[in-house]
């Protein structure tokens, strides 16, 4: 099998030829680690692309505090200002255009990301991903409605706005909704294979809104976003930290094919049989808050043999997700990538 029709079985509760595996090009990584991350990732090849060309120059001279510490504000398109302590990690926001929400009548959305249908630059666009699913699987996207009116308004704000049902969080997340929906639709004609939805529903023992609330308020909207992608045949992967397993049959519901779970808050085995039960193919990430930051080599083989165990992405529905933050001790990251390649190698033998 070519690895975008590895991706495709999996997705569809099919056995692959063998597992499959995504590498996150986060950039952070590349810069902590270099020629040694990329000649790793060389060596282990995955299924959604090549990330072993990634290069990220040093942050310049002026990022830098009295202290010799890395701190940085930027302005984004959307007009939020951040805070950076970590280079190349997602920062803070430190001024929100929306914290008075008189300000909503006037607030301008920030032009598409996706270049319009018809120009020369969504040609070239487009060029970009018929060359990759030649060989790769293609997800393209980031949809998500909570986080982006977060980073334009208070945390506390926006949830006490949506418990209120407030006219102004209504008319923001539709705001939010139409301008998704116009980048869905570029992405579909540019051919997509998957659109890739993420927000963070959860903390670490439940959800921050009651899931009736979510279904009110989150649902319909999600589902007006994913039907496009559904009409096309095309994949939703949805991506979610925190604890979410009360709308995970919501999600399937409305249309997603995937989730990417924070996996130390589920019984493995629980959440296994439940996305296996929905149909909901699962990418399997192994803990990075501290058994790839802080545990042993070790530690990080056995997670990688307890989630195989769990999953059993051998046998189709779901696949490893490797991600590398800032932090990771390389001889994890390798032990992550060897661990998984083994159970690569031998489709059925386990």
């Known amino acids: 099998m070519l690895p975008r029709e590895r991706v495709f079985t999996a997705l569809d509760f099919k056995k692959p030829d063998m597992v499959p595996v995504e590498y996150c090009t986060n950039p952070v990584g590349f810069y902590e680690h270099g020629d040694n991350l990329r000649q790793l990732f060389s060596l282990y090849p995955a299924d959604f692309g090549d990330a072993s060309s990634i290069y990220v120059k040093s942050p310049d001279k002026d990022c830098f505090d009295s202290d010799g510490r890395y701190h940085e504000f930027k302005v984004d398109e959307w007009g939020t200002e951040w805070e950076y302590r970590i280079y190349l990690m997602r920062g803070h926001p430190f001024k929100r255009p929306l914290d008075d929400m008189e300000n909503l009548a006037g607030y301008k959305l920030p032009p598409q990301p996706v270049p319009e249908p018809g120009t020369k630059e969504f040609a070239l666009f487009k060029d970009n991903f018929i060359n990759h699913k030649q060989k ?31 006219h102004q969080i209504n008319r923001l997340a539709d705001m939010l909704t139409d301008y998704h929906a116009e980048t869905i639709h570029r992405l579909l004609e540019a051919g997509a294979d998957a659109i890739e939805f993420g927000d963070d529903y959860g903390t670490q023992s439940g959800m921050l809104i009651s899931p009736e609330r979510w279904r009110q308020f989150f649902k319909p909207r999600l589902a007006k976003l994913m039907q496009p992608i559904k009409n096309a045949g095309k994949k939703v992967l949805f991506h979610s930290c925190g604890m979410a397993w009360d709308i995970l049959g919501d999600l399937k519901e409305i249309g997603a094919d995937s989730i990417w779970p924070q996996l130390p808050l589920y019984d493995m085995d629980e959440l296994a049989k439940e996305c296996k039960k929905l149909g909901l193919a699962v990418a399997i990430h192994i803990d990075r808050a501290y058994t790839m930051t802080h545990g042993s080599p070790e530690d990080v083989k056995q997670a990688v043999d307890a989630a195989f165990k769990a999953f059993r992405p051998d046998l189709g529905g779901s696949w490893f997700y490797i991600e590398v933050d800032n932090g990771f001790p390389f001889e994890n990251i390798e032990t992550l990538v060897k661990s998984v390649a083994r159970y690569r190698s031998t489709v059925g033998a386990f």
Do not use: P
């Open 136 to 166: 790769f699987f293609k997800k393209a996207g980031w949809v998500g409605i909570l986080e982006q009116m977060i980073a334009l308004r208070k945390f506390e704000d926006v949830l006490m706005d949506i418990a209120m049902d407030t």
